[in-house]
């Protein structure tokens, strides 16, 4: 599924700037060598990094 469709970023490539350090939509755009351009997904990747962050923080107790 896609989440950027002016990069044609998906899920995945999302997940894995996440995993790979991305805490801002700024980061993910950046590892994947593009930039925002509508900014309607700038929502979703957010979700993405707080879900992420929800689930590291659990892990860690």
């Known amino acids: 599924m896609y989440v950027c469709n002016c990069n044609g970023l998906r899920k995945r490539d999302v997940a894995s700037a996440i ?10 755009f950046t590892r994947h ?22 689930a590291f923080a659990l892990a860690a107790e």
Request: charged fraction near 30%; charge should be neutral.
């Open 19 to 28: 995993e790979a350090g991305a805490t801002r939509p700024r980061d993910v």
């Open 33 to 54: 060598q593009c930039m925002a351009q509508c900014a309607k997904c700038v929502c979703e990747m957010r979700e993405m990094i707080q879900e992420s962050r929800q």
